[in-house]
């Protein structure tokens, strides 16, 4: 595969094992060979377990634990990484081949100013004096489009932004001007609309620089946008590499196709048909002006810290409203609300017409059966101690007193609507694998026979193939039994798929509205936007593309009180107005908005072309 | 103020099997111990050959003979029918105070766990109790209340209740604010139910080593007292109370002062290999 | 942050001041009738009681006591007669020498062993200081103290047995009186401080920030020194309080043992006694001692932490 000259890094014949409790030894990567010339940036893709980060740190003649290489050779810039006694490998470290990893909030030390974190490598191996190290530190702040480049070094971690320390660690590896870079899925915990100010600060850095990269990653679109090949990993053993555009247009194995299709921008489902219902109804669940927070309450009785701020929807029988916003949005909360864990300073719930408690204790048990919570994490929304049974079974006694042998069968019939066999009754949650605990979890609250689903990231915790399946069973479940799904999430593409209507939160605040239709079309509210804009498409040179009209600085804007929360962040704004005056709600065509531009002034924006849907 | 056991990724590369293998052995040999002494403290009194009070033999810490096995102690008695009697003392006092400590503290660290003000009372509360060092908040109630073996009890589980309740109330308070317990609590069970059905079977594991532990400084604090004379009293003794009165045969390494010694060794020691291997090491000690 | 935790102990102090009084109401007896023995006229018993303040309620008493603690009198002794801050001065002293030095002893070398174990996890080192520990920990105190002096004392004849001199004219009298009781602390000290110095350096070490720093190419002196130990700070201070309050309790067998004429003997011989004030003294000293050790952790602790010290 290589074209001309000898390869920056060579693997042949890699093989990694770990040793077991028992002393046993367990090979979890085998026979990777491959190689990365000078300039190349190489992308190793795969899900949780596939051995990729595993294979970028044997780069740097490290593994993890009580792993080891076991056989084959590791060689980069001339020097056998595998051979070499742990002093020499020291010498290389940092100085040759240098790493960025996935949290840089943990991997910076905490008890450390940055400065000095940044230019220990340079130190360490001697190679500048100290004053040359920081002018080289800054300039390279400077490159990653940091924020106050000049003085960013003298903060300690806790005071930088996850962003901005990502981006901190990658002046730290860059100091040395090392051969190789490993990148290990540093954009993976950011938001998308972080990530794409990242990525690209990143991108510009290794064009500049012409520096060799190893990119490690799960995000098939990401990795899009930076690799110029990529290397399929699955189960410690390669099955596809290829030039970006080959993995992506012509995949030649059946696992690369089925990640590729999982990247892929989903097909809606097919709208519901609405439930047949009387005109007078109420909806199912409807919230007004709903203020949430911690702290004490001031003279008009709303909560110091403010996470929701005057939040009001509607979800009818059978319907999905997607809610999504980025971390600190308030999402969770809202959910939280919803189902009495955290009672609101002021505004009302309503379930069918009739005003909710704002907490469990004074809800009665018929309104607690009706509106059910499904969580992110399966592993701690599942109790390790109680069998699966146990668990699913439960709310069935709490909420239909069923006992016994017809407890035992509703349990098994519940698994066998989330498409689990019912021997699984007996496991503990341990035994199951991620998507597996995901359906108990969904089945448990299936159990008390709910009327609404609050789904909070539900799906984002797995891995990419497994989470298209459990999106689908949602979609069935919705179909089979006419629920009512709130769903929680920061990827909009999933609420693409699946809502009736979205919400977008923006720093406690709904700024806009829009059902399925008008989501899909041109005019959006400027945060809405930026958030489309911002979410990796799976071609290359999107990112070079990708219009930054919308945004004008990363940091959320804070501290203020009056006016747009959006304001600091937003491309259009006009200062003078947005900061003063809380935005007016225009409401056009299945959209609401709240914006001081409203859907006129937005129309004569600039860079409204590209801000509607990119086809 | 408080350590509770982590589980680690071990650092740098070594030998996993070795370590294995040692685990198992001290968790066998430090198991084999703790039960050899529950069986002495179950039937010793029942095979002893002499009453623990009888003075059987003329001579003072007379050595080993075949009638009299360990030998006799500092009056005449069979040393080895007073540490049959002795153990019994010395591991039910300080099974009964452990297990008060465990249930108080527990109970309370529970209720801390579930609840705001609750947890302020009670911290306050126990912060103090864990202020006053332990050999002295001993010497002083078991002083003037009298040393009796209730008194003694109660007063071992009065010292070593605040560290149960500080362990069990963190361990609840990590449990209580995962998402299964959120679960529960949006299904609208009550207290009770969350508590005792969706926390509690989680902190077994944890609070059993924890009461390893304090089994270990509740033997070592009883046998500490019972030196001072402020233990179980004669005729009756319990180990560090053999110490005390044999020792005067140290000097010449009379089995009277030396088997218990050892035996108070071997039972914390074998209790402290089994909770190593269990919690894998990483266990880091306590206030005694 | 640092005046909550000063308030906190405060608080923690004066319930203290509660637990001492309530305990020496336990002891109850009258100690009017202790002095006066039994052939005592109860005209005579009724005037000392009085003059004692025994016939007062005894939350009256206790606003008493307390206030002639903050004033700086700490009463007079029952059975002495003596003011119990001239009775106490010496054996305080006393007892501060020989704490101050298991403490000078005992820190360096617990710190040194307890980072060296970490930083050789899982090596014959590791496993030897690592059994130590465990047997040390295991063994009541007045066990090593007893086998210390069949060694060196009666067998060796190096040391006397009895450090109850207060003659220290002469270095070789220092290491005489000191030596065996400042070993046995020693040990049962350090055992507990290495436990837990080397738990939190294993934590720091197993640390993302750790791994990251390797893959600088920091060596690895510079690793533990410069990466793992600023961030284990936290915890070993706060062990090494713990076990210094381990040696408040630890002392008084020891003083026993070797007929050391510090506070806590006095303590043993005021509780046979019932000698009231003076335990009531002892017991405030001990537990504010212990409170002043935590306390001082927590600070230090606060002190050295970047996100707790600029909020």
């Not at chain 1, 780069?59 to 595998?82: F, K, N, P, Q, W």
């Not at chain 1, 012509?250 to 048909?273: G, K, N």
């Not at chain 1, 709600?585 to 859907?599: D, E, K, N």
């Not at chain 2, 740098?12 to 430090?30: I, Y």
């Amino acid at each position: 595969m290589s074209l001309s000259g000898d390869p920056l890094v060579r693997l042949t014949g890699l093989e990694i094992s770990v040793r077991d409790a028992q002393g046993q030894d367990k090979i979890i990567v085998r026979d990777i060979s491959l190689e990365v010339q000078p300039g190349e940036v190489l992308a190793l893709i795969g899900e949780s377990g596939s051995g990729k980060t595993t294979i970028a740190l044997s780069m740097l003649g490290y593994t993890r634990g009580a792993c080891r290489i076991s056989d084959g050779t590791v060689e980069v810039a001339g020097h056998r990484l595998d051979s070499l006694p742990e002093a020499r490998l020291q010498g290389l470290r940092g100085r040759v081949v240098s790493y960025v990893a996935q949290s840089a909030a943990a991997a910076f030390n905490p008890m450390l100013p940055i400065m000095r974190q940044v230019i220990e490598p340079a130190l360490v191996h001697g190679l500048m004096t100290r004053e040359a190290a920081e002018d080289k530190a800054r300039g390279l702040f400077r490159a990653l489009a940091l924020p106050r480049p000049d003085t960013v070094g003298d903060r300690y971690p806790h005071q930088v932004s996850g962003g901005q320390l990502q981006r901190l660690m990658a002046a730290m590896a860059l100091i040395t001007d090392p051969a190789l870079v490993i990148f290990d899925e540093p954009t993976t915990a950011l938001d998308v609309t972080t990530q794409i100010e990242v990525l690209k600060a990143f991108k510009a850095v290794v064009r500049d620089l012409g520096t060799t990269a190893v990119y490690v990653s799960h995000d098939l679109a990401v990795v899009a946008q930076i690799a110029d090949r990529i290397c399929v990993l699955r189960d410690g053993m390669v099955q596809e590499q290829g030039r970006v555009e080959e993995i992506l247009f012509h995949p030649r194995q059946d696992y690369t196709r089925a990640l590729v299709a999982a990247a892929a921008a989903r097909v809606p489902a097919a709208p519901m048909p609405d439930l047949p219902r009387d005109a007078g109804d109420p909806p199912l669940i409807q919230m007004r002006d709903v203020v949430a927070g911690y702290g004490g309450v001031d003279a008009q009785g709303n909560p110091q810290v403010r996470i929701l701020d005057g939040v009001s929807f509607a979800i009818e029988r059978g319907k999905v409203l997607g809610v999504i916003g980025e971390s600190g949005s308030g999402k969770s909360t809202l959910a939280r609300v919803v189902a009495g864990l955290h009672a609101p300073a002021s505004g009302r719930v309503n379930l069918d017409g009739y005003t909710l408690e704002g907490e469990i204790r004074h809800r009665d048990k018929e309104q607690l059966r009706r509106v059910q919570l499904v969580f992110q994490n399966a592993d701690t929304a599942l109790n390790p101690a109680v069998s699966v049974g146990e668990a699913i079974g439960r709310p069935l006694t709490f909420f239909h007193a069923l006992r016994g042998a017809d407890r035992k069968a509703e349990v098994a019939r519940l698994l066998d609507l989330v498409r689990l066999p019912a021997a699984l009754a007996g496991r503990l949650p341990g035994e199951l694998s991620g998507g597996q605990k995901q359906r108990v979890n969904l089945a448990r609250a299936l159990a008390a026979r709910p009327d609404l689903l609050l789904c909070d990231e539900v799906t984002s915790a797995l891995d990419p193939v497994v989470a298209e399946a459990v999106l689908d069973l949602l979609i069935d479940l919705r179909r089979e039994l006419g629920l009512a799904y709130m769903f929680i999430t920061h990827d909009i593409g999933i609420v693409r798929a699946i809502a009736d209507e979205v919400m977008v939160l923006y720093g406690g605040v709904p700024v806009e509205l829009a059902s399925h239709e008008a989501l899909e079309g041109p005019l959006h509210h400027p945060y809405t936007r930026l958030l489309m804009a911002s979410v990796p498409e799976l071609r290359p040179g999107w990112l070079e593309a990708a219009n930054s009209a919308f945004s004008c600085g990363s940091t959320p804007g804070a501290g203020h009180a009056a006016g747009c929360r959006f304001f600091q962040r937003c491309a259009v704004s006009h200062p003078g107005l947005c900061d003063v005056l809380d935005p007016a709600v225009h409401v056009g065509a299945g959209q609401t908005i709240a914006c001081h531009r409203g859907f006129d002034g937005l129309q004569a924006t600039p860079g409204i072309a590209q801000g509607a849907i990119p086809a | 103020m408080n350590t509770v056991p982590k589980s680690g990724v071990p650092y740098g590369a070594q030998a996993p099997k070795v370590r294995r293998r040692r685990m198992n052995v001290s968790l066998l040999l430090g198991g084999a111990t703790i039960i050899f002494w529950l069986i002495v403290a179950l039937v010793g009194p029942m095979v002893a050959p002499h009453a623990p009070g009888q003075v059987v033999d003329l001579d003072v810490f007379s050595p080993a003979s075949s009638t009299l096995p360990l030998g006799s102690d500092y009056l005449g008695r069979d040393v080895l029918s007073r540490m049959l009697i002795a153990s019994r003392f010395t591991v039910s006092i300080a099974l009964l105070a452990t297990l008060l400590a465990a249930t108080v503290g527990v109970f309370c660290g529970l209720l801390a766990a579930s609840s705001g003000w609750v947890d302020a009372i009670f911290s306050k509360l126990f912060d103090t109790l864990s202020a006053v060092p332990s050999l002295m908040f001993g010497l002083v109630v078991i002083g003037s209340l009298g040393a009796s073996i209730p008194v003694l009890v109660g007063t071992l589980a009065t010292v070593y209740s605040p560290g149960a309740f500080r362990t069990s109330r963190a361990l609840a308070r990590n449990i209580a604010v995962l998402d299964f317990v959120t679960v529960a609590r949006a299904r609208g069970e009550t207290l009770p139910y969350i508590v005792l059905r969706e926390i509690l079977p989680n902190l077994v594991g944890p609070l059993a080593a924890d009461f390893g532990l304090r089994f270990v400084f509740v033997t070592l604090l009883l046998s500490g007292l019972s030196f001072l004379g402020l233990g179980v009293q004669p005729p009756n003794a319990d180990l560090g109370a053999l110490v005390r009165e044999n020792i005067a045969g140290l000097g010449f390494g009379a089995a009277a002062v030396l088997v218990p010694t050892f035996a108070i060794a071997s039972l914390t020691i074998g209790m402290n290999m089994v909770i190593d291997a269990v919690s894998g090491g990483r266990r880091a000690g306590g206030r005694r | 942050m640092i005046a909550k935790r000063v308030g906190g102990a405060l608080l923690t102090l004066f319930l203290l001041s509660l637990v001492v009084f309530a305990m020496s109401l336990l002891m109850g007896g009258d100690a009017a009738e202790a002095m006066l023995g039994q052939n005592a006229t109860p005209e005579a018993l009724a005037g000392l009681r009085a003059a004692m303040h025994l016939d007062q309620p005894s939350w009256q008493r206790y606003l008493g006591w307390l206030g002639g603690l903050l004033r700086g009198d700490l009463g007079v002794s029952l059975i002495t007669k003596l003011p119990v801050s001239t009775l106490l001065a010496p054996r305080l002293l006393a007892s501060l020498q020989l704490a101050g030095l298991t403490a000078a002893v005992s820190v360096p070398l617990a710190l040194f062993l307890g980072i060296l174990a970490a930083v050789r996890r899982g090596s014959l080192l590791d496993r030897v200081i690592s059994m130590a520990t465990i047997g040390v920990v295991s063994v009541p105190e007045f066990v090593i103290a007893t086998l210390m002096v069949l060694i060196f004392a009666v067998r060796l004849h190096w040391l006397p047995a009895l450090s109850s001199s207060r003659d220290f004219s002469s270095l070789h009298d220092v290491v005489r009186v000191f030596t065996m009781p400042v070993i046995c602390l020693a040990c049962v000290v350090m055992a507990q401080m290495i436990r837990m110095t080397r738990a939190a350096v294993c934590d720091a070490l197993d640390s993302s920030y750790v791994e990251a720093a390797r893959l600088k190419g920091v060596p690895p002196r510079r690793l533990v020194l410069g990466h793992a130990l600023p961030n284990a700070i936290g915890p070993i201070v706060n062990a090494v309080a713990l076990s210094l309050s381990v040696l408040l309790g630890g002392v008084i067998v020891i003083e026993v043992i070797f007929n050391y004429p510090g506070v806590a003997r006095l303590m043993v011989d005021a509780v046979s006694t019932r000698d009231l004030p003076l335990i009531q003294t002892v017991a405030m000293i001990f537990s504010a001692a212990y409170l002043m050790l935590v306390t001082s952790a927590d600070i230090v602790a606060i002190l050295c932490n970047p996100r707790l010290r600029h909020r």
